[in-house]
């Protein structure tokens, strides 16, 4: 009875998330008749996506998801935090101390996913999501991004995955790769990625034009724009948004509202397949 109640409660959020942007489309896996959707995610909270990603989005009438790690102004001010909030976009969770593998010389002692253990993880996955709520965010439909895509805590290396699961809607981690739903073999907890930094302009497109030769779903992660480490030039990243903008295929959307889709499309042939099968008896 739990299981079917909660089934229920989710494929109802879901399937709200995305009618309230969409209209199904009677053919195809995307709304709308849109062949591929990608989504723009922006981790770290810092600077430079304030200063470029922020007015390019907002010239393209997109909208984005931004991870941020710490008490959510972790390096903007409540000032910028509104500014997000107010033009649509989505604030995400990224944990409070942005916990990375030991080897990383830049990672402050103490603070390494090795020194973590489930407790304290599960502490800051709390406080984070707290702070999510607190500036707007649903609790049930918040969603996740993995601090250098690392989903293992302790010397151990155990996963953290569960508590994941146990606060938030879906995560994404840094796995590269592009999601193809359509095909049913999605992990909502671990959602593969594109690095937006990586290699040159015409590489990035090639993903985009990859993601809609295979009507996937293609998440593009984000460091600095225009500025910070791991950055994409402020020129690249608004070459991007025109490229698609000039595809009327494409349906842009926030990770949770990507997630949300799947999820009701998931939920709804989990729940119709049994009557399907019956059916042919």
């Keep these: 009875m739990f299981f079917k109640s909660k089934l229920n409660c989710l494929l109802f959020l879901a399937a709200s998330i995305a009618a309230s942007t969409t209209t199904v489309a009677e053919e195809g896996y995307w709304p709308d008749g849109k062949t591929y959707c990608v989504t723009l995610t922006y981790d770290d909270g810092i600077p430079s996506q304030i200063a470029h990603a922020l007015p390019q989005l907002k010239a393209a009438k997109m909208k984005g998801t931004f991870f941020c790690p710490g008490g959510v102004t972790y390096r903007w001010s409540q000032e910028d935090l509104d500014q997000i909030r107010d033009e649509g976009h989505e604030l995400a969770g990224h944990t409070i101390n942005h916990p990375c593998a030991r080897k990383n010389d830049w990672v402050k002692p103490g603070n390494a996913s090795e020194d973590y253990d489930d407790a304290r993880m599960a502490k800051e996955l709390d406080e984070n999501l707290a702070n999510l709520i607190s500036n707007g965010v649903h609790s049930e439909l918040a969603t996740f991004a993995y601090p250098c895509g690392n989903t293992s805590i302790g010397e151990d290396k155990h996963s953290y995955v569960p508590l994941v699961k146990e606060r938030f809607f879906a995560a994404r981690g840094t796995q590269f790769g592009i999601e193809i739903p359509s095909q049913g ?97």
């Design 185 to 281: 073999d999605t992990d909502l907890f671990e959602v593969k990625t594109v690095a937006g930094h990586e290699r040159d302009l015409a590489y990035q497109l090639d993903q985009v034009t990859n993601a809609r030769e295979k009507q996937g779903w293609l998440v593009i992660m984000f460091h600095g724009v225009g500025g910070d480490h791991l950055a994409i030039s402020a020129d690249d990243h608004k070459e991007i948004l025109r490229f698609l903008q000039n595809d009327d295929s494409v349906w842009v959307t926030t990770f949770q509202e990507a997630a949300a889709w799947v999820k009701s499309k998931s939920i709804t042939t989990e729940t119709t397949a049994p009557a399907a099968a019956n059916s042919g008896e």
